[in-house]
C-alpha cells in the first residue's frame, strides 16, 4: 500500500502537543476514521501516527 499525503485532523488541536499526530497511509485504521471534512493537509509539524509508522513498507 503506498504511502499517501500526509494529512492530520482539526481535532488534534485539542490534544496535548506531544499526542497529537499526522498520518501517511492508506491503511491506517485511525487515519480512515478521520472524516475528509476533517482532514488538513501536510503534518503541521505533528509526530507521525504509530499506526502509520508501523505500515511503512507493509
Ligand atoms: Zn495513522
Redesign the pocket.
Known sequence: MPTIHPFFSVNEEKKPREER?Y???AK?K??RGIPVWDRQQGTNNYEL?P??AGLVGD
Open positions: 499526530v498520518h501517511n497511509n491506517c485511525v487515519g501516527c499506526v502509520c
